[in-house]
């Protein structure tokens, strides 16, 4: 071995610290939404005024997209998905779909792999849904089926 080269080294995978280091962030997520539907299963939102009122009832007197959200996630922590269905049906076909994200997301991490980028679509196609939903919720033939019990 001449002086110029330097002696070989162990080859080291850089795994971003471990498995930890990679899955915090996600589990980290999961652990604080956890944490949030624990505290509304457990404290009410039936009870009047324990979270307080939507402000777009209060000041426009329409029920806004997330108006019923807290309701339908505490009827689904006690398995009640009719009167989760009934508080906000948005939300309940929503939150399958989030818990989906967050296991893919968590698996990938786990593997070490990146998770692709959203389709540059998905932001506008969200926004229609939320929108039309909210629109949709306050149309008077509707609101028996759409709007928050």
């Known amino acids: 071995m001449d002086a110029t080269s330097a002696p070989a080294t162990p080859s ?12 915090r962030l996600p589990l980290l997520l999961g652990g604080a939404a956890a944490a949030a539907v ?11 005024f324990s979270y307080g009122i939507c402000p777009s009832v209060l000041l426009l007197g329409v029920w806004c997209p997330g108006c019923g959200g ?3 996630t505490h009827d689904l ?3 009640d998905l009719v009167g989760a269905w009934q508080a906000n049906p948005l939300w309940v076909l929503v939150v399958p779909l989030l818990l989906a994200a967050w296991v893919r997301w968590l698996a990938l991490a786990a593997r070490g ?25 306050n149309v008077p033939a509707l609101v028996p089926y759409l709007a928050p019990v």
């Open 12 to 23: 080291v995978a850089n795994d971003g610290g471990g498995p930890w280091a990679r899955t």
């Open 38 to 48: 624990v505290l509304v299963a457990v404290r009410s939102p039936y009870e009047p």
């Open 70 to 72: 807290l309701r339908a």
């Open 77 to 79: 922590a006690h398995l």
């Open 113 to 137: 792999r990146p998770v692709p980028a959203a389709p540059r679509w998905l932001p506008w196609v969200l926004l229609a849904v939320v929108v039309g939903f909210a629109v949709l919720r």
